[in-house]
């Protein structure tokens, strides 16, 4: 009996997920390889970061998500290397995975821009960990100022500076704002949270970019009235434990910075030995390939890749797609097919983004959508994108109450 | 104007909150210190240990809890001493809070019989990161099999020991046979968790020694049952990080050990100098004081008290009941009130304990359930007791759904 081929997927997130579904009905072994257990669904982690959702309630376990696909294996364990001449996957603790395919879906963590040192102080958004992590610096700011004597300190220790103006940065600093002026509000006797100042910087001239103008505007001006002083057009030049420093010479006295700025591949060009772009994304062929490797494709924010000239960008339903494409593409060739595959091309479903309760900016082909419309689109779009019943209830019953009582129900310091 | 007294409560469990509650409508200025943010709710900690519940599903934040009570403050802050001469409270950060009435809630840690180095090996189940970091080992526990390549690691690596067989050693060892026979069953390829084994071991003559013997043995029974290989009789001699030695000789080889045997109270005695009992436990005479004190009381877990000629338990119930009469007792001394007080009576409202999925033993005053009606008591009695609509509706839902579908929701590794 001819051995089975087999399938290594690296990576559990958006794109590793749906390239291992892709392959489902496929005569193959897919292992699924991740260093955590679970897929974590990033669009909803700002919501973690502010109290809103518990971590399990925007993370599943990927192997209960694969749970009734019966040719894939999940192995939770930390990928080393690369063993090309093998063709086989290292990982940390000794194990090796021999490989026919092999999809990397390694994702990207949060970049300074050449300035590492700044990570322990201004941390990024990636993980469930950097979410309980946030939440904790967050909640503990205000703790903090309830313990402090003289107003200046307390000032500073209410004041948080988000770095970047795309949608994690504005849906940060929304939600923080709401956090300081609704939820808090009554639960302090010496200080009072709705003093508490939200800065959000980007070096651009706008936020949100990648949106239309008008409603970049509009989400400035909702912010602004939110609480929310929005800094365009200034870089960040220095960030310590509690200052950043601007490019105009500005000073921001705080006590809470957070990185929504610019993301870094992992490293799996590394691995490879492959050529990357500037951000470490491994540059791939129409076919999602690693060339010269027939048998080698990255996808999603690890991966450079281009649809009809234009750059993907790194978002959610980019990395599904190439999920997708290259494990019908495995599939296909698996199946002993021979024509030449059709190259990979990205459909841009729209854009996103909450500014904070009952608010939000929507860019789809034809619609656009702002404030409360906005916001009930968004809400169902992101609850229907969500994994397993349980969650989708959830997480509507604490969106309802938090709609209804001004209270978020996850505040916890640990 | 005079100044108004002030009453310091450290510690936000049972005890201390309750004792804040009771001061509500007083004209004194109630502070509630606490290192953590957040009341947990630790009967169902074990639940959040086992991948049921989230955290903030059993823990709310203490100064939402009081915040319409208009005369509480809460500090979050770590004790580090009391200055008995200028009665203030000092913190680790060097913050001072004068009281002229001290209450001390600060609870009980796990404590090891004179082993603190098996601490390492054999986390016990206090706080919510102690359930965290519990559920975390469980759930790699079967990560780490699926990895292993021999037969006998992959049985260590699945291999589980409970050390006490009070009612969390109980819930722990049965929560731990679900997840392993029902919950992860089908999530793996190359190990089967039905295969787990899980020993519960205590050094008394039977489980739940509190409970009725008929009680007990039902208990031991159903475990049984589960697949719970229980142990009694059997002392514990040595804990390490794979392998735990009983008295009688037997090893087990197990990769995951958890401690549920004793606990020892926190510092208090020490930071008073004053006379404590074997497990660290302040002596407080019959209105809680700690003599000579006439203005410190102990209560909950930290304090060594009797009602009516027998030592209070170390039970949630006990903790609100006498966090209630010290509320009420410095309540009526500052009312002008000088007839002398009542004695603390403890009024024991019953033993419940769940054994597993729709199983578990009540013994109240006139009623003893078992199985599927005690669960249902059980159920009922907790969701009532929670702090919360939302917590009360999201438990409700969560334990419905594993009910329905034997899945758990909180299977995250963190």
């Given at each position: 009996?001819?051995?089975?081929?087999?399938?290594?997927?690296?990576?559990?997130?958006?794109?590793?997920?749906?390239?291992?579904?892709?392959?489902?009905?496929?005569?193959?072994?897919?292992?699924?390889?991740?260093?955590?257990?679970?897929?974590?669904?990033?669009?909803?982690?700002?919501?973690?970061?502010?109290?809103?959702?518990?971590?399990?309630?925007?993370?599943?376990?990927?192997?209960?998500?694969?749970?009734?696909?019966?040719?894939?294996?999940?192995?939770?364990?930390?990928?080393?290397?690369?063993?090309?001449?093998?063709?086989?996957?290292?990982?940390?603790?000794?194990?090796?995975?021999?490989?026919?395919?092999?999809?990397?879906?390694?994702?990207?963590?949060?970049?300074?821009?050449?300035?590492?040192?700044?990570?322990?102080?201004?941390?990024?958004?990636?993980?469930?960990?950097?979410?309980?992590?946030?939440?904790?610096?967050?909640?503990?700011?205000?703790?903090?100022?309830?313990?402090?004597?003289?107003?200046?300190?307390?000032?500073?220790?209410?004041?948080?500076?988000?770095?970047?103006?795309?949608?994690?940065?504005?849906?940060?600093?929304?939600?923080?704002?709401?956090?300081?002026?609704?939820?808090?509000?009554?639960?302090?006797?010496?200080?009072?949270?709705?003093?508490?100042?939200?800065?959000?910087?980007?070096?651009?001239?706008?936020?949100?970019?990648?949106?239309?103008?008008?409603?970049?505007?509009?989400?400035?001006?909702?912010?602004?009235?939110?609480?929310?002083?929005?800094?365009?057009?200034?870089?960040?030049?220095?960030?310590?434990?509690?200052?950043?420093?601007?490019?105009?010479?500005?000073?921001?006295?705080?006590?809470c910075t957070l990185?929504?700025?610019?993301?870094?591949a992992s490293a799996?060009?590394?691995?490879?030995?492959?050529?990357?772009?500037?951000?470490?994304?491994?540059?791939?062929?129409?076919?999602?390939?690693?060339?010269?490797?027939?048998?080698?494709?990255?996808?999603?924010?690890?991966?450079?890749?281009?649809?009809?000239?234009?750059?993907?960008?790194?978002?959610?339903?980019?990395?599904?797609?190439?999920?997708?494409?290259?494990?019908?593409?495995?599939?296909?060739?698996?199946?002993?097919?021979?024509?030449?595959?059709?190259?990979?091309?990205?459909?841009?479903?729209?854009?996103?983004?909450?500014?904070?309760?009952?608010?939000?900016?929507?860019?789809?082909?034809r619609i656009r959508?702002?404030?409360?419309?906005?916001?009930?689109?968004?809400?169902?779009?992101?609850?229907?994108?969500?994994?397993?019943?349980?969650?989708?209830?959830?997480?509507?019953?604490?969106?309802?109450?938090?709609?209804?009582?001004?209270?978020?129900?996850?505040?916890?310091?640990?």
């Amino acid at each position: 009996m001819p051995k089975r081929p087999s399938v290594v997927v690296v990576g559990g997130g958006f794109g590793g997920l749906e390239a291992a579904r892709a392959l489902g009905g496929v005569d193959a072994d897919v292992t699924l390889v991740d260093k955590k257990n679970h897929h974590c669904f990033q669009p909803l982690l700002y919501q973690v970061a502010t109290a809103a959702l518990s971590p399990a309630d925007v993370a599943w376990p990927i192997r209960s998500v694969l749970s009734s696909q019966q040719n894939a294996t999940v192995i939770m364990a930390e990928v080393s290397g690369i063993d090309l001449e093998a063709c086989a996957v290292a990982t940390s603790d000794g194990l090796r995975i021999p490989f026919d395919y092999l999809i990397l879906a390694t994702g990207a963590t949060s970049s300074y821009f050449g300035h590492p040192d700044w990570a322990q102080y201004a941390p990024g958004l990636k993980t469930i960990e950097d979410a309980t992590r946030i939440r904790a610096r967050i909640l503990s700011c205000f703790e903090r100022a309830e313990r402090l004597q003289d107003e200046a300190s307390r000032q500073q220790a209410m004041t948080f500076a988000i770095v970047g103006g795309g949608p994690t940065g504005v849906e940060l600093a929304g939600a923080i704002a709401d956090v300081a002026h609704n939820v808090l509000a009554r639960d302090f006797r010496r200080v009072n949270p709705r003093s508490a100042k939200i800065f959000l910087l980007d070096a651009g001239k706008r936020v949100l970019p990648t949106f239309e103008e008008e409603l970049s505007e509009y989400t400035r001006e909702a912010l602004q009235k939110m609480g929310v002083e929005v800094l365009a057009g200034c870089s960040v030049t220095n960030v310590s434990e509690d200052c950043v420093t601007l490019s105009d010479g500005r000073r921001i006295d705080c006590c809470c910075t957070l990185w929504a700025a610019g993301v870094r591949a992992s490293a799996a060009a590394a691995w490879l030995e492959a050529p990357a772009d500037r951000a470490g994304r491994v540059i791939v062929d129409d076919s999602l390939r690693v060339s010269p490797h027939r048998n080698i494709f990255a996808i999603g924010d690890v991966a450079a890749s281009t649809s009809e000239g234009k750059p993907v960008p790194g978002l959610a339903p980019a990395a599904k797609q190439m999920g997708q494409f290259v494990g019908s593409l495995i599939a296909q060739e698996l199946s002993g097919e021979s024509r030449k595959p059709e190259p990979f091309v990205y459909r841009h479903q729209g854009d996103l983004a909450t500014i904070g309760r009952k608010s939000a900016v929507v860019s789809l082909r034809r619609i656009r959508l702002k404030g409360s419309p906005g916001w009930l689109f968004w809400s169902v779009v992101h609850i229907y994108f969500l994994i397993g019943l349980r969650n989708r209830i959830t997480v509507a019953i604490n969106w309802l109450w938090e709609y209804l009582t001004f209270q978020r129900g996850a505040r916890l310091i640990s």
